[in-house]
Each structure stands twice: as structure tokens, then as C-alpha cells.
Nanobody, 120 residues
């Protein structure tokens, strides 16, 4: 059974850091790209970052470039999103999803999300 489970969200002060994890089961990271998305209340879902372990390609939205780092651990079948210099506008539910390529229009599998709140 294919499953993606996010963890690591929470409440953090502006300027702080968090590391999100996306644990995959039922498939291997070599076969898929893993993307991180986020959705804030009243806003559309936004693509944040993506990695395709098989070729090392990564992608970052302009809004998070130089602050967020995506990485994968194939041995643990887990993708991480290290978030630094967090801003209140980063507050959202963060989801990970799997697709054949980062540029895919439709991501096949989705996790349930983890809440990130940036507030003082």
C-alpha cells in the first residue's frame, strides 16, 4: 500500500527553523519525485520544493529559495525539508506528494499534511 506520512510541523517563532519529514512506503524514492506543497487558509495550494533522487534534480519556489533545503535519504525512504529563517507568511499546512517528475501536472500520491505555524 502506497503511503506518504509527513511529520515535524509545529509552532515556531519568526526567524526559527523546522525540519519536515516525508516518510514513503509502498514504493521507493528512486522511482518518484517527491514534492512539498503548502496551503494557507484562504489561499491556493503552492508548490514549495521538489526532489528527484534518481537524478538529483531539485526545485525551489522563489519565495523559499535560500531559506529551505530539500534532501532525500533513500535508505530511510524519506525526504526532508529543512526550513530556516521562517516568516509568518510561511504558515500553512505542508503536504508531500509523489509524481514521476517534479514538473508533473498531477501528483499521484499525497500525504495528509503537517501544520507549520510561524508566530511570536
Amino acid at each position: 500500500q502506497v503511503q506518504l506520512v509527513e511529520s515535524g510541523g509545529g509552532l515556531v517563532q519568526p526567524g526559527g527553523s523546522l525540519r519536515l519529514s516525508c516518510a514513503a512506503s509502498g514504493f521507493t524514492l528512486d522511482d518518484y519525485a517527491i514534492g512539498w506543497f503548502r496551503q494557507a487558509p484562504g489561499k491556493e495550494r503552492e508548490g514549495v520544493s521538489c526532489i528527484r533522487s534518481s537524478d538529483g534534480n531539485t526545485y525551489y519556489a522563489d519565495s523559499v529559495k535560500d531559506r529551505f533545503t530539500i534532501s532525500g535519504d533513500n535508505a530511510k525512504n524519506t525526504v526532508y525539508l529543512q526550513m530556516a529563517s521562517l516568516k509568518p507568511e510561511d504558515t500553512a499546512v505542508y503536504y508531500c506528494a509523489a509524481a514521476p517528475y517534479c514538473s508533473a501536472e498531477d501528483y499521484t500520491y499525497w500525504g495528509r499534511g503537517t501544520q507549520v505555524t510561524v508566530s511570536s
